[in-house]
Each structure stands twice: as structure tokens, then as C-alpha cells.
């Protein structure tokens, strides 16, 4: 299988993570985190939110869609404790938490990742986050999020 | 009964030969189903001008057997399985596009995550989605996650979070399915358990367990549908299609869902009462999809059979028990009998309401109620003794 080959320091082979393909419609999110900020689509003609990015509004069938920097905070949706892998990048990285987050900019408007810097222990519905960019791999940082500091 | 159309009534159910790895094709197992279901029903192909499928193409499969002219058929990709293909072939009788159809789903089980993970090889079916994930899986994938676990494992949490609900509620669940699988021959797991090994049981998603899983098989299972004034000519008792109903209310995006509590099966669920003057208290028996042991207690709420965050206590002082005030999935559910994609809740509501299912039988059934899916889409009917 196609795991990459670290051959320059002779280490064993280390499973390639998962990457995006971005693509017209997509590629300004991946700019964003690899600026620090998230971005998220928006209709330019009714001001909904829409998240995954799509060609057309479904609130208002405009077209006129643009990526916004958004704030970055929100509130924890829920939660699932990953305890077995569905990817060879992810075997030595379990347990992890998965979670969606509902963005404050509107209601319902929600994004799925992964928390770090708490535990489990740390978790209920409702809590603040923020989100914060990890780089998992030299080729992938991904913005995932973590209790608001301070208000847990 | 409400639904528009003429009456539609169950003529025939039938599985393939179910099991783990069984050697057979995709076609082996359409055609065992078929078979079985025609048997079941005293109907030949001949009979049959109408076929819809999910997991095999209609019209191939009409071919094969011999199905001409074929007067309709329909093909489900994003669907909610056996639901329907089910609800279209109740549909397409009902209006009289056809007479006599055939519903089919037919699983092919599928390569296991642990097989995935281990790297089977560059030709292993699923190596080209792992290192480059394009369209939504770009926003799903890379964070580690995409598994139907882990979307029931989200649910689960926020609906425990939100009502207070614990992991033995779920328990209480799973032990009384398998007491119910303890009952049917044909169940896969057929030895009863007990809350201590439910609750030692491996995290798939952490609040999920493994128990709370549907059980991957090879299936082919098969429903025949036909006209009521059909049907009182034929082999068995009569069933009838008292209401039914099919909704969406997203793409399949379960993860990004901003209600996870209230999902498609409130829709189904409202859509169904309003095909019938039945009510929930008019039911003797549900059958309802088990994928995963949270979609039991959204179809309970959304159903009406308990209120709001209540299915939790409403299995717990045993009502979902064979013997209590509403036995639900009493042939164990998919969690032993082996995943049939909402087929065998179909099958054994009909068998229930002919009064054919044996240890398990629930005196006097005469409504039964089946369902399927749940999320962003799902579908069910409501069944009746002729």
C-alpha cells in the first residue's frame, strides 16, 4: 500500500495521513488554515452561512458565494471518543475526540473536528471552544478545536 | 386507512442463505431471496411486473430471472435501503403502475476497518480513498473520521447529554433484543446476555459499544408486494399496507447534523399517522431499525410510543420486552439476526401479523409498524391483518 517511505532519515515506513483535495470550490478554506484563519463559505446575496462549501445557496439559490473569516468560536455540539481506526495514519493516534461544534456566527451552523487540549473528563454540551490549528503531518495542519481558556 | 390508491397487501418474504463471508455473489443471494419469496408466496416470475432494488440494478436482475415485461422498476443509490425500495413498490401497486412487484436489498458485506487500517494492499477496494479525500469527505476524512460509528457514537452522547440517559438505558435495550433472538432459529446470536456482558463489551465510538452494532452479513432479502384483491387468491394469511411513508430532510451528511435528537424519523413518523386513523396505542408490535441502538429509541420517541427522551425508561420497565405493552424487534433485531438493511423488519412484521413467528409470537397481533434509516433520511409503513 502506498504508505510513504521516510527514506532521507531511514525511519520505518509512517502511514501518509489522509490529505484534502481542494478544489474551485474549496481551495479558500485550505488557504485560510494555512494563514491561521478559518474561513467559511458565505452567501454574499442572503448572508447565510453555509458549510460544507457548495456552488449555489440553498437558502437563496444565489450563486454569489464568498469564503469569510469567521471568529473561530463556538459551542460543543457533542462528541464521540474514537477508539478504533479507520485509517492507517490514525492507528497510533487513538483514542481521539471527534466532535461537532456549532460556530456562533448561526445558529446551526456546524462544523465537525476533532478537540484537543481537555479531556474527556473536561466535556459537556454547551461549552465554549476556539479553535486553534494543528499540524498533524508536515503536509496536513487541520484547525481543530479546544476549550476556551479560562472558562471551563 | 388514508394512503391514496388502490390497497396494497404483502404477498411474500424471503432471505437468501445469511451469513459472515458466505462465498456467494451478489446475484446467489438476489436470487435465493427472490425464490424464497415467491415460494412464500405461491406467485411465479410470471406473475411478477414490477421489481426495485437497493444493492443490484432491477433491471439486470429482472433479466435474469425472467421478469417481462417488466411494467416498472426503480433503482435506490442514496436511499434509505430496504425502506425504499419497499415504499416505491407500495407506491408504484398503489397507483397502478404495476401489480405485482418485487422489493430487494442485497448486501455484499463489506471489507472489515480493522482489514482497512492493516493495509491490504494496493488493491484492497478502498486504498484509493485513503490518501487524497475530495468533495465534502475533504472536511471528514483528514480529521479521522467518516465511520458510521462515529456519527451513532455523536448521536448517542448528545442524546445521553441531553436527557440524561446512561449506558446501561442502552443496555437495557441490547439485552432485551438478544432475550428476543434467543427465540428465532434464524438468528445469528441466539444466547441470551446480560447487562455485566453489555457492559464489558469493546467501545467502537466511545459512548458506542460494539453490541449496540448491526452485524455485518452477505444478505439478500426480498419482499412481494401485491394488489389486496390479489392477494386474498394466494398462500397466505392477508397483510395489508395500512399507511407508508419516505422523507429526507438533508444530503447524507449525519456528522454536520444541527439536530441530532430529531432527525428524518419525526417526519416518517408524523407522515405515517397522518396515512392512517390508527394511533400509537393501536400497535401490537414495532420493528425498528437497530443499525445502531440509538436509531431504537429516536423511532420510539418519533413514533409516539413515549415522549420526548423518554425511550430510555420506556425499555427500561420492560414495554419493548416480548410480553410487555409493545414488543419491539422481536426477531432480535439486525444486531443478531444479521444486518438485512430494514428488510427483516418488514418480514417479521408480516410474519408477526400471520401469526407465523413461532416462540416469538405476540398473541393477537394485528398493527404492526416497521421502520428504517434515520439522520438525514428515513422511511417505514404501517402493516395490518387482512
Known amino acids: 500500500m502506498s504508505t510513504s517511505t521516510s527514506a532521507t532519515d531511514g525511519t520505518a515506513e509512517a502511514p501518509l495521513p489522509p490529505l484534502p483535495q481542494p478544489d474551485a470550490v474549496t481551495q479558500f478554506f485550505w488557504d485560510g488554515v494555512a494563514e491561521g484563519e478559518l474561513r467559511i463559505q458565505r452567501c454574499q446575496s442572503c448572508g447565510h452561512y453555509l458549510h460544507y462549501p457548495k456552488v449555489l445557496c440553498r437558502y437563496c439559490q444565489s450563486d454569489d458565494l464568498a469564503g469569510e473569516r469567521v ?67 508536515p503536509e496536513l495542519t487541520l484547525p481543530f478545536f479546544r476549550p476556551v481558556q479560562g472558562r471551563t | 386507512m388514508a394512503t391514496a390508491g388502490r390497497r396494497v397487501a404483502v404477498a411474500g418474504v424471503g432471505y437468501s442463505h445469511v451469513g459472515r463471508n458466505t462465498g456467494l455473489s451478489i446475484d446467489d443471494h438476489m436470487i435465493a431471496a427472490t425464490k424464497a419469496a415467491l415460494a412464500d408466496s405461491g406467485l411465479s416470475v410470471s406473475d411478477i411486473d414490477g421489481i426495485t432494488s437497493v444493492g443490484t440494478e432491477p433491471l439486470l436482475d429482472a433479466w435474469l430471472l425472467g421478469i417481462e415485461p417488466v411494467n416498472w422498476w426503480a433503482s435506490g443509490m442514496m436511499a434509505p435501503a430496504f425502506s425504499y425500495s419497499a415504499t416505491q413498490a407500495i407506491a408504484a401497486i398503489a397507483s397502478g403502475f404495476c401489480d405485482t412487484a418485487i422489493a430487494l436489498r442485497v448486501i455484499g458485506q463489506q471489507p472489515s476497518s480493522s482489514a482497512l487500517v492493516k493495509g491490504a494492499g494496493s488493491n484492497h477496494p478502498m486504498t484509493s480513498m485513503l490518501h487524497r479525500a475530495a468533495g465534502d469527505r475533504q472536511f471528514i476524512v483528514p480529521f479521522g473520521a467518516g465511520s458510521p460509528v462515529q456519527w451513532a457514537g455523536m448521536f448517542t452522547q448528545r442524546y445521553m447529554q441531553q436527557y440524561g440517559a446512561t449506558e446501561e438505558d442502552f443496555g437495557n435495550h441490547v439485552v432485551t433484543q438478544r432475550y428476543h433472538a434467543s427465540m ?197 409503513a404501517i402493516l395490518t391483518k387482512g
Open chain 1, 71 to 137: 471568529s473561530g468560536r463556538g459551542t460543543l455540539y457533542t462528541w464521540t471518543i474514537a477508539v478504533q481506526p479507520f485509517h492507517p495514519f490514525y492507528v497510533d493516534r487513538i483514542p481521539y475526540i471527534v466532535a461537532t461544534v456549532e460556530l456562533e456566527e448561526e445558529p446551526g451552523l456546524m462544523f465537525m473536528t476533532q478537540l484537543t487540549d481537555c479531556t474527556e473528563e473536561d466535556l459537556r454540551i454547551g461549552m465554549p471552544v476556539e479553535v486553534t490549528f494543528v499540524e498533524l503531518h
Open chain 2, 184 to 380: 428465532n432459529d434464524d438468528a445469528i446470536f441466539r444466547d441470551p446476555i446480560t447487562m455485566d456482558d453489555y457492559l464489558s463489551a469493546r467501545y467502537v465510538s466511545k459512548p458506542l459499544r460494539i453490541l449496540d452494532c448491526d452485524y455485518p452479513v452477505d444478505s439478500g432479502s426480498a419482499v412481494i408486494f401485491t394488489t389486496e384483491e390479489r392477494a386474498r387468491d394466494l398462500a397466505q394469511p392477508v397483510v395489508l399496507v395500512e399507511s407508508y411513508a419516505l422523507n429526507a430532510i438533508r444530503d447524507l451528511h449525519f456528522e454536520v447534523m444541527s439536530d441530532m435528537v430529531h432527525t428524518a424519523p419525526v417526519q416518517t413518523a408524523k407522515k405515517l399517522w397522518e396515512g392512517t386513523d390508527l394511533t400509537p396505542a393501536d400497535v401490537d408490535t414495532a420493528q425498528l431499525y437497530d443499525g445502531f441502538s440509538i436509531i431504537v429509541f429516536q423511532w420510539l420517541e418519533a413514533l409516539g410510543f413515549c415522549g420526548d427522551g423518554e425511550a430510555a425508561a420506556f425499555v427500561r420497565e420492560g414495554n419493548t420486552r416480548l410480553g410487555g405493552s409493545l414488543p419491539v424487534n422481536t426477531d432480535g433485531g439486525a444486531c443478531n439476526v444479521g444486518r438485512r438493511h430494514g428488510a427483516n423488519f418488514c418480514i417479521e412484521s408480516t410474519r408477526q401479523l400471520r401469526g407465523q413467528s413461532g416462540k416469538r409470537q405476540v398473541e393477537g397481533a394485528e398493527v404492526a409498524v416497521w421502520t428504517n434509516a434515520v439522520g438525514p433520511f428515513a422511511a417505514g
